[in-house]
Structure formats: C-alpha cells, structure tokens
C-alpha cells in the first residue's frame, strides 16, 4: 500500500476545520479567523511537532507511523470508519476490528471536555493514555503519543525518573506495587495478546524493580486510591483518584478530584489558570 499524500493533507485539514477549540476542550480566544482548530492546536494534541503535522497538510511529510496516525485520530476525533479511511490514505492497514484500548468514541471524549474543572484522562486497561483535558494535562504533564509505550502510565514510571520526581518519596514503593498489581490484571484478562506480552517483556528488560515485582504475581484492578502530586507551580496537592470503567472493560475514565477539606480545589482553579494560559501560548 503506497501513501495518497494529497488526499491525507485535504482529509486532515477538512478534518481540522470541522473541531471547534471548545469541542477538544480548548478556549476560543481572540483573533481566529476560522472557527476550526490551528494546526498547532492539532500538533499539540496528538503530541508531534508542529512543523511535522504541517508538512502532513501541505502533502509533502514522510509517510506516518501507525502510532502517529492513532495520535492523530484522537486530536481531530475521528469516528471508527474516518480513522480506518486515515489508515488507507497514509497507506497503512486499518486495525483489525475494534483494537482493544486504541480508540476513544466520540461520546467519551464529549464527556472529558464537559469536566472543565476536574483533571481527568482516558486511559486503556494496559495503561496508555489515549485522551486527557487540559487540565490533566496541566497537572500530570503531556506524554508522547507516537513512540512505543511512550504514552503508558507503567512503562514511564519504571523508566523515566523525572516522572517519580513528582510524587512524594515515600510514597513511590505503593505507586509502583499499585501499576504492577494493576496491570498483572489487565494481562489476564488479555491472555496471548501481543501488545501486552510485548510490554511486560520490555518492562523487565529496562526496570529490575518491575520485575521483582512482577514475580510477586499481586493482583488488584485499580478502582480508586488517594495520591499527591508535587506541582511545580501549585505545590503539593492531595487528589482521590476514582477509576470509572467503560462497557468493554478495556478503556477507563480516571477522575482526579480535591478531597473535602482541603485546599486542593483551590490550587486546581489556580492550575486551571495557568495551565490553560501555557497550552495557549505554546
């Protein structure tokens, strides 16, 4: 299969200027002189350089990866046939059937953007995160869409120390017994599946911890727990964390809210502000 570059770019940009900022979970702001999103905006949510996804518009970009192409569909909300079209034009086969943690609906995605004030993402049941609002975004940081396990929660807390950095010390021993428990479920319940074998596989091989742990063979689906985060600008903030699972079981809504209480309301009205601010100016 070859890639049909200038149908890509005229279906990317159709795709672009149907999404108002408010229906991605943007603010409108001044000066827009198409009610569509910027190509920026679009870059920014599917987690590439902007000058990549441009040159993709312009029909002159390399040919994308399957994973970038799963990027992309999410940021422009594409429906199960629209992505399976964007798979063709960029010259890849669409997945087969209904990859189990790899599309969001559109429905779940209208849901995210309806919590303005609430931090909450999309996650698969491997820990991947498919879809998050700005205010997620701006408390728990963005995270690359388009590289292998990039984007999962697990993979980046056994391999990236800065990711550690923002939770208390203390607490890292629980966090990590919390994702290994978690997703020794989630493999169960995907005997065989190659995308889970692939994952554990590499989590051994990078983190000797994950694997000490593994060889415990706990088990505890994650459904709610009690965290704090270490902000750099709002400090430190207590959230609950609540877990609501979708019908298939293989993707969930995770919903940080301020116990009562606490000051922590107020800190995320403050983050609110700011973070919304850093997205637009970036």
């Known amino acids: 299969m070859t890639i049909n570059r200038r149908e890509l770019a005229d279906f990317l940009r ?8 408010q229906d991605v979970g943007l603010p409108a702001g001044p000066r827009r002189r198409a009610p569509g999103l910027r190509r ?19 029909a ?13 569909a999410r940021a422009v909300r594409l429906s199960t046939d629209e992505r399976d079209h964007l798979y063709l034009l960029a010259g890849h086969r669409p997945p087969a059937g209904r990859t189990a943690g790899d ?16 931090p909450a993402q999309v996650l698969s049941d491997l820990g991947d995160v498919l879809a998050q609002n700005s205010l997620a975004r701006a408390l728990l940081g963005g995270v690359c869409t388009v590289s292998e396990h990039g984007r999962n929660v697990v993979w980046r807390w056994f391999t990236d120390p800065t ?15 919390v994702h290994v428990a978690d997703l020794r479920a989630a493999t169960g319940r995907r005997a065989g599946d190659p995308a889970a074998v692939r994952l554990v596989e590499r989590l051994r091989e990078a983190s000797a911890e994950f694997g000490a ?17 270490l902000h750099a600008v709002i400090g430190s903030v207590e959230l609950d964390c609540q877990v ?4 298939e079981g293989d993707q969930r809504l995770v919903l940080f809210t301020p116990p009562p209480g606490t000051d922590s309301a107020s800190r995320l009205a403050l983050l609110d502000v700011v973070g919304t601010e850093q997205f637009t100016s970036a």
């Not at 742990?213 to 985060?229: F, G, N, P, T």
């Not at 609501?244 to 019908?247: F, I, K, T």
Request: glycine share 4%; charged share 25%; net charge positive.
């Open 103 to 118: 599309h969001v609906s559109p429905g779940l995605l209208h849901l995210l953007d309806q919590l303005p004030t609430t």
């Open 213 to 229: 742990l593994w060889d415990l063979h706990e088990v505890a689906v994650r459904r709610h727990s009690r965290m704090r985060v």
């Open 14 to 21: 159709c795709s672009r200027d149907r999404l108002r900022p």
């Open 244 to 247: 609501l699972l979708a019908p």
């Open 60 to 72: 002159r970009g390399p040919q994308p990866s399957p994973q970038m192409l799963s990027a992309l």
């Open 40 to 58: 920026e905006e679009v870059a920014q949510l599917a987690g590439m350089s902007a000058d990549y996804y441009i040159r993709l518009e312009q």
């Open 163 to 177: 990711v550690r950095s923002a939770y208390p010390l203390a607490e890292h021993e629980h966090y990590s017994r």
